[in-house]
């Protein structure tokens, strides 16, 4: 599988971005997908997750009734809408995909800067 993530850039506080991911391979088999960010200085975090048969999702306390995520049954295309943007959400997104096997199997994206400015 391969994940390639677009719609990062720069924005406003209060403003909205949108991310994508399209997947590539065998998404079938994918047992969840997600996005999670990486800021300047931290360490890479979660930020939201829904799992393959889209019923259920996670995401960290920070955006909350903020950030929304979704995807198409076939896995192929993962999106995060972003609203209410802050400063501190601010950081490079990846797009992660699971395959909960004996042991996970994660697959990530390149990246995507998303910049916000107050």
């Known amino acids: 599988v391969q994940l390639v993530e677009s719609g990062g850039g720069f924005v406003q506080a209060g403003g909205s971005l949108k991310l994508s991911c399209a997947a590539s391979g065998t998404t079938g088999s994918i047992n969840a997908m997600g996005w999670y960010r990486q800021a300047p200085g931290k360490e890479r975090e979660l930020v939201a997750e829904?799992?393959?048969?889209?019923?259920?999702?996670i995401y960290a306390d920070s955006v909350k009734g903020r950030f929304t995520i979704s995807k198409d049954n076939a896995n192929t295309m993962v999106t995060l809408q972003m609203n209410s943007l802050k400063p501190e959400d601010t950081a490079v997104y990846y797009c992660?995909?699971?395959?909960?096997?004996?042991?996970?199997?994660?697959?990530w994206g390149q990246g995507t800067l998303v910049t916000v400015s107050s």
């Open positions: 992660n995909a699971v395959f909960r096997r004996l042991t996970d199997i994660e697959v």
């Open positions: 829904i799992t393959g048969g889209g019923g259920s999702t």
